[in-house]
Every structure is written in structure tokens, then in C-alpha cells.
């Protein structure tokens, strides 16, 4: 069984078992269903990036923010544009400013705890007024969250998953830095539709 073809949405008993991991995350609307396993966080972001991405759309992010993501995004063609932050994360006025000026962006990407090379994370009222935000401009949220069990005090802030009414946010998690990097697992979490469609990609791979 070990040696066999697996699933192409990945182990069946890990996405149930991640249903229940991200309850610590406040996020408890979802299934199995919602949730698709990959190669390590850096293969949903390409993913990602395949799927929303075309010649000329643009991707806002945080400045500055991980490498690793801005390069991928731009290597499917995407042009990045940066926000500023300040103690409570991404500044919420500029990026409504962003969206205004760049109508088509494919999607807002933010590492929203311990953000990298930062360390800031987002206060819960950006976290909401973020999720408001990608409704009104008609746009997706990736949020990238490696980091977020790795407080001093243990506190767990609520994923902007968690605020999600819309369909909007696609979640990114992985173990690299909570079990080991080696491992490479890693997972998205999105609506049913979406997820079939990065499980199509997944089997074109």
C-alpha cells in the first residue's frame, strides 16, 4: 500500500486530521474536501500562481516580503507590487489604493504571523477589513501561514481564514517549521470548487 499510486488531493487521514488542526486557527467550516496536500508550502504557491496568474496581472503583497514567493509570482508572470506595513501588519488604506489602481490583481498574498523577514503580525481588525477588501475588489487572499505556532507565549491569533464569508482566502500551511523542513508537507485550503481545480493542475504536473 505504501509503494501504491496515492491520491492526487493527498493522505486521506492527514487532511482529516488538518479539519481538526486548524480548529486551533478558529477556522471550523471546513472538510476534507476543502483541502489539498502538496510537496511543501513552496509547491501550493506555484500552484497558485499557475492557476490565478496571467501575462500582466499583478500580485500585491507585503514590502518587503518572502523572495521565495515574489519569485515564483514573477516567474508565472505576475507583476508585483508592494504595501507598506507598520506594527499591526499591511496598511489597509494603501492597499485599498493598490486594488483602486490595479483593478486587475490576481490576488493579495501576506504571510499575516511572524511575517517574513518582518516578524510583525496582523492585527485581528486588518485581518477582517483585509477579507472586506478582496470582496469589494472582486479578488483572492493568500495567505501564507508556516509561522504561525511559533510564538514565545503560545498564543494562537485567529487565521484571516477564520473571517472568511466569501470563498475569498485560500489558506497555505506547512510543517517545515514546526516539524522539519525535510518532510516537505505542506497544504491549501480553499472552496471545494477551487481545490479541484488546483487538483487538476496537480495531475498535469
Given amino acids: ?22 480548529k486551533r486557527y478558529q477556522v471550523t467550516d471546513i472538510s476534507y474536501k476543502n483541502i489539498l496536500i502538496t510537496s511543501g508550502a513552496q509547491q501550493g504557491l506555484a500552484y497558485l500562481a499557475k492557476g ?6 499583478v500580485v500585491i503583497t507585503e514590502n518587503p516580503s518572502y523572495p521565495g514567493a ?21 496598511d489597509m488604506d494603501e492597499l485599498e489604493r493598490a486594488l483602486e489602481t490595479h483593478r486587475n490583481a490576481a490576488f493579495i498574498y501576506t504571510i499575516a504571523d ?20 478582496a ?13 504561525s505556532l511559533i510564538s514565545f507565549d503560545g498564543r494562537i491569533m485567529p487565521a484571516i481564514k477564520s473571517f472568511d464569508t466569501y470563498g475569498r482566502v485560500i489558506y497555505s500551511g506547512s510543517t517545515s517549521k514546526t516539524i ?8 491549501l485550503i480553499a472552496d471545494e470548487e477551487s481545490i479541484q481545480k488546483l487538483v487538476y493542475l496537480k495531475m498535469r504536473d
Avoid at 1 to 22: H, K, T
Avoid at 52 to 57: D, E, I, Q
Wanted: net charge negative.
Fill in 52 to 57: 490565478l496568474v496571467t501575462p500582466g496581472s
Fill in 180 to 187: 522539519a523542513p525535510g518532510l516537505r508537507i505542506g497544504w
Fill in 135 to 147: 470582496e469589494k475588489y472582486d479578488t483572492f487572499v493568500v495567505e501564507d501561514g508556516p509561522y
Fill in 1 to 22: 500500500e505504501a509503494i501504491q499510486y496515492a491520491a492526487s488531493d493527498g493522505y486521506g487521514p492527514l487532511r482529516m486530521y488538518l479539519v481538526e488542526f486548524m
Fill in 114 to 133: 511572524f511575517q517574513n523577514p518582518m516578524g510583525i503580525s496582523m492585527s485581528v481588525p486588518r485581518r477582517k477589513r483585509l477579507v472586506e477588501l
Fill in 70 to 90: 515574489l519569485d515564483t509570482f514573477r516567474g508565472y508572470g505576475a507583476e508585483v507590487v508592494g504595501v507598506k506595513m507598520d506594527e499591526d501588519g499591511m
